[in-house]
């Protein structure tokens, strides 16, 4: 048996139907990338300098480079460790322009980048610490094989995380940092970025 052919007015709201559909669509998402959200935070307001964390408030930190705008701030900051050794504190904050854009933005992974650079390095971290961010990814680059050793230290410890349309990336390098000690860096970092969100 033959397939049964639309009358024409029923093609043309089949028609009609998938234009709206369409239309409808395209309005959604443009509105979403076209019409920023206003948080009615300052960016910087979400930045914490590791003298004031208090696992980290040993070392003497120098910031050595700062840029900021209203969509994102990235701070460097160096100390020298006991036998003159430099650790870093990196931390980058970005505001998209709305929550789906930072989303957009977190799914990029950086873990991804560093599997890709340093392939069977990056191990992930979990521990007791509740964290507030909408989502997260906490892990070790383990360059130097400390970790997957059996000692409880990492070349480079990264906090990835995201809260509504900020997106918060941190890198603490050349530490002695254990697991627990890097998860509550970060946990005290995850406090400061949700009391100045309230």
């Given at each position: 048996?033959?397939?049964r ?11 009609y ?26 960016t ?29 701030v ?6 020298l ?118």
């Amino acid at each position: 048996m033959p397939p049964r052919r639309l009358s024409a007015p029923k093609k043309m709201r089949k028609l009609y139907l998938g234009m709206v559909l369409v239309l409808a669509i395209m309005i959604v998402v443009g509105g979403v990338l076209i019409f920023p959200q206003n948080p009615g935070v300052d960016t910087k307001a979400l930045v914490m300098s590791p003298a004031r964390n208090t696992v980290l408030a040993a070392q003497s930190w120098k910031l050595e480079t700062s840029n900021g705008s209203d969509s994102g701030v990235t701070e460097v900051w160096t100390a020298l460790a006991p036998g003159k050794r430099r650790i870093t504190y990196f931390q980058e904050i970005y505001r998209g322009r709305n929550e789906l854009v930072a989303r957009w933005d977190y799914l990029s992974s950086v873990r991804r980048n560093f599997e890709r650079n340093y392939p069977s390095k990056v191990i992930g971290v979990n521990g007791e610490i509740k964290f507030g961010a909408d989502e997260k990814d906490t892990f070790c680059v383990d360059i130097d094989d400390t970790l997957s050793k059996g000692i409880d230290s990492c070349a480079m410890w990264i906090f990835w995380a995201r809260y509504g349309q900020f997106r918060i990336y941190i890198s603490v390098n050349g530490t002695h940092l254990g697991r627990e000690d890097f998860l509550r860096t970060v946990g005290e970092v995850d406090a400061w970025v949700l009391d100045a969100l309230e």
